[in-house]
């Protein structure tokens, strides 16, 4: 409608602009005309006054201006000679020449007697003119005035009109008829597409608000809406109104990463995301959390002091048959605690944290309630410190090992070596927390050496001939010079038995200390022992490691093996690794397999052995091999 009634507007204009124009025309042709018959007359007159006057008298000149209105005057004799001679007047402007050039052009007269030039006056013509385009001028704008309010005064009355009936159609969800039945239509169908696109944002901003506090992964809330949430709780009025804290930790994310591949890692924190909502289903007005990689979290409001026996026999029941199809030391553990509006988001984190980790030195899958408000920030930390300092002391700790199966001649067989810790009551205790906690107390190098020293004493009683056992060293360990010169003493009491060991490295602890990992891997060679970069093949930059280290074996990255058949470019990508590591006498193998099809094409890439689940799974020290047709691998020597 505003386009139309513009449109009106500007035609009504253009048509006053050609009104005010055709005007402007018609006194400009007036004025020509005028100057016409103004300089016919001139010449007439002038020419028979001059005949009758023969005078060189400037007095006369300055007459005949007068006169005839002539802005300058010269008359000379048939010799040339002059007789009068004067000019008064202004000459004419540049813009009133050119419109009457013909007419202001100076004039030329001769007689019988004389011969003379003159220019006429036009000062007085130019100064009509001016009046009468002025006056059009004015006129126009006048017009054009009238013209602006006149639209203004009816496009005011429609806009008016058009409000009332948008005004009904949002208050009553229908339009009344109006005056304009096309507008009207119009405003039916603004109307459906109006509330179409109000549907589609209001789609998309609830996508995007739940994209923005979910975690991708398991479908929960993410980190900071647990902060929200919490500090809304206990920002609330209700000071004697108690509500449930819950922590879950899914204690072996990173053992299922390292043998079984992330894939199935991700499968695993999913499985364990799903139990939590499934038993926040009876509860109202309680949510889940993914807090990060393997920590979770619930808020329940208002329930009552049962909640947190039955809550966490529920979660046992349920992770203890998730570790059997798993087959996992255990699925994750739980920390409950109570808490009421006024505490601080500090302290009740920090007594879930201590809930958390008492249940971790308990049963396994097990759960703790917290329930006391008197607690050091950090005394969950402080609890698995001692915790720590009991199995060093007690030296509380059992070996597994997971055979290597080789995929061409050997000589030597090789089993690598893990160690699962034991708590006061003889209970599982979770390996990843307690080496994590021991990192963070400056423990690791001695539970290090405790693991050592238990491999260094069993090993006489419980390897086969020439097997050789593979130790896994942590950062800790690489950049500790006390616990690398505690190290090369043990291992030259006995080189014979320092020959039988493998100390694995993870590639990016030796890349990130490569001063220290060339130091590690000279004193390995000094002891006779051999040496091996695990997770290797995560960059090019893997190649440099061949050439400052010269390590015996490598153990490709568990996330080279993801569709392994699919992915061409890490098919290629290993192929280039068995290459180069062929021509440097180092064995590859490759870590995480668990299905036939990945054996068999690794075979046909000249892979030298394997390790995973379809080879064997973890066992006791004391628990024989149970994996069929093992072909154990040998050292590179051997090839």
Known sequence: MKKTYRLGLFLGLASWLAVGLLLALLAVIRTGQQLDSDAQRVADGLTGQLYRQQSDDPAAAQSLLQRWDLAWLEVRDTQKNTWLAGGQGVAA?????????????????????????YQLNFAPQ?????????????????????????????LGRLSQQLQRQLAQLLDQNEVVEGPLPSVTDGLHQYQQQWQQRLDELQRATENLARQASSDPLTSLYNRECFRRDLTEILQTEDQGQSHYLVMVRASSLQTVNELRGHAVGDKYLQDVANQLSRSLRPLADSQAYRLSGSDFAMLIR????????????????????KQLEYELESVAFTGITLFRPGQSPEEVIARADLALARAQTGESNGSYYQEGSDVEFLQ????????????????????????????????????????????????????????????????????????????????????????????????????SNAFLVWLERLLLRDVTLAASFVFEVEEDLLDRNLAASRRLFELMRRAGSRSSISKFGKGLASFRLYR???PDFVKLD?????????????????????????????????????????????????????????????????DPVTAPHLDVLGASGGR
């Open 302 to 321: 208002k329930n009552s002091s049962q909640l947190p026996n039955l809550l966490g026999r529920e979660l046992k029941q349920a992770f203890d048959g």
């Open 93 to 117: 402007p540049a813009w009133f020449k050119g419109l009457y050039a013909a007419a202001t052009q100076p004039q030329h007269l001769t007689t019988s007697h004389a011969l003379f030039n």
């Open 380 to 479: 969950g930390e402080s609890h698995w410190k001692r915790v720590i300092m009991e199995v060093i002391e007690h030296k509380s700790l059992v070996l597994m090992r997971q055979p290597i199966q080789s995929l061409s001649i050997a000589n030597h067989n090789y089993h690598e070596i893990f160690a699962r810790f034991i708590g006061r009551e003889q209970q599982s205790l979770p390996t990843e927390t307690l080496l994590a906690m021991a990192q963070r107390h400056d423990l690791l190098v001695k539970v290090e050496q405790l693991i050592i020293e238990t491999i260094v004493q069993k090993y006489p009683s419980y390897a086969s001939p020439g097997q050789r056992w593979g130790i896994n060293l942590s950062s800790s360990a690489l950049t």
């Open 126 to 154: 130019r100064q009509a003119l001016l009046q009468d385009l002025g006056m059009i001028a004015a006129l126009w704008l006048l017009g054009s005035l009238l013209l602006l309010l006149s639209h203004r005064q009816v």
């Open 548 to 550: 400052e280290l010269k």
């Open 558 to 622: 568990p996330s080279l093996l993801q569709n392994l058949e699919q992915e061409s470019t890490n098919q290629q990508f290993i192929r280039m690794i068995v290459e180069l590591s062929h021509r440097m006498g180092c064995v590859v193998v490759a870590e995480g397999v668990e299905k036939l099809s990945e054996k068999q094409l690794l075979e046909n890439m000249y892979v030298d052995a394997i390790q995973g689940y379809l080879v064997a799974k973890p066992a006791p020290l004391t």
